[in-house]
C-alpha cells in the first residue's frame, strides 16, 4: 500500500509540474520568402525545426505560468550559401564581414491573460566570428542560436520579476 501512495504521490508531481511549466509557441511567416534560407526544401524545414528547438530550450528558463508567443517574419543566416561545380548541395561560406546573421520577429509575453511584455526585433550578431561562443563548432546554427539566447537573456529575461 505505502508503494502505490509513493507511485500517486509522484504522479500528482508530476502533474502538477506540468501545468506549471513555462510554455513557448513559435510562428514562421511565410518561411519560403525569408531572405537567406538554405534551397533545398529539406534543409530550410531542418533549419527552422532546430531554431524552434533552440526557443523551446530557452523557454524552459521562463517562470512557472509565462507563456512566450513568437513570430518569426524573416532570417537572414550568418555567412552567405554558395554552390559548389561538381557537388549536389551548396556550401555556406562565412567571411565574418557584412554577412552576420539577422532575424526580424515579434513577441508576447503572457502570463494569465495578461501581457508582460511585447514587442517587434530585428536580431543581430554583426560581431558573430569575433565573439565566445558556447555552441559547438560543429553546430551549423551556432550564431543564430548565440543571437537568439543574447535576445532572450536581455529582452524576455532581463527584467524579469520572480513570481513564484
Given at each position: 500500500?505505502?508503494?502505490q501512495?509513493?507511485?500517486?504521490?509522484?504522479?500528482?508531481?508530476?502533474?502538477?509540474?506540468?501545468?506549471?511549466?513555462?510554455?513557448?509557441t513559435?510562428?514562421?511567416?511565410?518561411?519560403?520568402?525569408?531572405?537567406?534560407?538554405?534551397?533545398?526544401?529539406?534543409?530550410?524545414?531542418?533549419?527552422?525545426?532546430?531554431?524552434?528547438?533552440?526557443?523551446?530550450?530557452?523557454?524552459?528558463?521562463?517562470?512557472?505560468?509565462?507563456?512566450?508567443?513568437?513570430?518569426?517574419?524573416?532570417?537572414?543566416?550568418?555567412?552567405?550559401?554558395?554552390?559548389?561545380?561538381?557537388a549536389?548541395?551548396?556550401?555556406?561560406?562565412?567571411?565574418?564581414?557584412?554577412?552576420?546573421?539577422?532575424?526580424?520577429?515579434?513577441?508576447?509575453?503572457?502570463?494569465?491573460?495578461?501581457?508582460?511584455?511585447?514587442?517587434?526585433?530585428?536580431?543581430?550578431?554583426?560581431?558573430?566570428?569575433?565573439?565566445?561562443?558556447?555552441?559547438?563548432?560543429?553546430?551549423?546554427?551556432?550564431?543564430?542560436?548565440?543571437?537568439?539566447?543574447?535576445?532572450?537573456?536581455?529582452?524576455?529575461?532581463?527584467?524579469?520579476?520572480?513570481?513564484?
Amino acid at each position: 500500500m505505502r508503494l502505490q501512495a509513493r507511485s500517486w504521490l509522484a504522479a500528482a508531481l508530476l502533474a502538477a509540474a506540468g501545468t506549471a511549466s513555462a510554455g513557448i509557441t513559435v510562428d514562421y511567416v511565410k518561411p519560403d520568402e525569408f531572405m537567406d534560407m538554405p534551397r533545398s526544401q529539406q534543409d530550410r524545414e531542418r533549419v527552422l525545426k532546430e531554431v524552434t528547438r533552440h526557443f523551446n530550450d530557452l523557454a524552459k528558463d521562463l517562470p512557472a505560468g509565462q507563456e512566450l508567443k513568437v513570430t518569426v517574419t524573416d532570417i537572414d543566416l550568418a555567412g552567405r550559401e554558395e554552390p559548389r561545380r561538381w557537388a549536389i548541395d551548396d556550401i555556406r561560406i562565412m567571411r565574418g564581414g557584412a554577412d552576420w546573421p539577422t532575424m526580424k520577429l515579434s513577441y508576447t509575453l503572457e502570463q494569465g491573460g495578461q501581457v508582460l511584455r511585447s514587442g517587434e526585433e530585428t536580431l543581430k550578431n554583426m560581431m558573430y566570428q569575433q565573439r565566445i561562443n558556447r555552441y559547438s563548432s560543429g553546430d551549423p546554427l551556432r550564431y543564430e542560436k548565440q543571437m537568439i539566447e543574447d535576445w532572450f537573456q536581455k529582452a524576455i529575461l532581463g527584467s524579469q520579476v520572480s513570481q513564484k
